[in-house]
């Protein structure tokens, strides 16, 4: 009898998740037809006010009532909630990574998602606002003695082995530790005194989560200690590292990130 009510229960469950299922495929079929995709709006002084609204609502907790990383529950918060009154940090994201930020939330950090919560019109208005924050600032971008452009879909050509990764920690170790720290936490020496933060590149914010850097792209690392990172302290290491520097300095990150990952896995078994 028991047998049979626990086979029942199992069934019960599978079709309700596979309902709960299809009713989300659905949700973002019609989201996508309804304006969920990536099509920026016309910026109105209306869109900016309403954005200012939802954002007070919904972001300020975080991000600050002046969206400078400051809210209450920030101090509780790693890595910390961005500063988007940095201008050369926000004008240096496109309007398609920060929707996507809005949307899918940021693994590895404490935004969530809000794709189920705010309409595409909320969230691009959110956009909107945060745009009209900085849209007088002048920005500067890093001192570069060259760019390179990294295209979306670059993947590292080095493999993750036994011969990249000592090569990778020894490229960071003695580039990358002052900021970042030696097991590229963020505790580095200098770190206190950078604004923002140096990035947690390891980070789990919850158990069962992959570090920060897991749901990072090979394309977008490799830009970032490529050309350096508009708005922090992350400078552009294209006229110092080779492109094949760089690609075992990722390895190394990555392998440290898993190894971090293990430990806490261990914590929690």
Excluded at 47 to 69: Q, T, W
Excluded at 80 to 89: E, I, S, T, Y
Excluded at 132 to 145: G, M, Q, R
Excluded at 210 to 237: C, E, H, Q
């Amino acid at each position: 009898m028991i047998k049979n009510r626990t086979k029942n229960f199992t069934k019960t469950l599978l079709i309700v998740l596979i309902l709960i299922s299809g009713f989300m495929i659905i949700e973002h079929s019609l989201l996508a037809k309804s304006g969920g995709n990536l099509d920026n709006p016309p910026i109105t002084p209306e869109s900016i006010k309403d954005g200012e609204i939802v954002f007070f609502e919904y972001c300020s907790g975080c991000h600050g009532r002046r969206a400078d990383g400051r809210g209450p529950q920030a101090l509780n918060l790693n890595p910390k909630p961005q500063n988007l009154r940095n201008a050369q940090f926000v004008k240096y994201l496109s309007d398609e990574r920060m929707y996507s930020s809005i949307s899918g939330g940021v693994r590895g950090t404490s935004m969530p998602a809000f794709e189920l919560t705010l309409s595409p019109e909320k969230r691009w208005n959110v956009i909107h606002y945060l745009r009209s924050l900085t849209a007088d600032d002048t920005i500067n971008l890093p001192n570069s003695i060259a760019y390179k452009t990294v295209l979306p879909d670059a993947l590292n050509p080095i493999s993750l082995n036994e011969s990249s990764i000592p090569q990778g920690k020894r490229i960071f170790t003695n580039y990358c530790t002052n900021c970042h720290g030696e097991s590229a936490d963020g505790n580095g020496i200098i770190a206190p005194n950078l604004v923002p933060a140096p990035r947690n590149l390891v980070a789990i914010t919850s158990w069962g989560e992959k570090p920060f850097i897991d749901y990072m792209s090979d394309a977008r690392l490799f830009d970032s200690i490529t050309n350096g990172v508009p708005g922090t302290s992350m400078l552009p290491w294209i006229g110092v590292l080779s492109d094949e520097e760089r690609w075992h300095t990722i390895n190394f990150l990555r392998a440290e990130a898993r190894k971090q990952h293990d430990k806490a896995n261990e914590i929690f078994q």
